[in-house]
């Protein structure tokens, strides 16, 4: 059975999946104090870790894969000037 994309849900669905984002402080927190976020570099092969700003972004994104909020090609082929392939 495959869930719904979240912007297909109706509102009551959609604000259960918005618990995801409540996370985000908590874990920027932990990870700016105590678990360093680590990135491994493709090309160098070194590791880093990442600035404030950069992390949340990361978990951001992390909380909307989460909660299935994700584009189709379509839609961003709608939304870009490019258009369609």
């Not at 985000?24 to 600035?51: A, C, N």
């Not at 994700?70 to 709608?78: A, L």
């Amino acid at each position: 059975m495959s869930e719904k994309r979240f912007q297909e849900c109706n509102r009551l669905e959609k604000a259960w999946r918005y618990r995801w984002y409540l996370l985000i402080p908590f874990q920027w927190v932990y990870y700016m104090t105590i678990g360093k976020f680590k990135v491994i570099d493709d090309k160098s092969h070194e590791e880093f870790t990442l600035e404030a700003r950069h992390l949340k972004k990361v978990l951001v994104g992390l909380a909307q894969s989460r909660m299935k909020w994700y584009w189709t090609q379509d839609e961003v082929f709608s939304k870009t000037k490019k258009g369609n392939p």
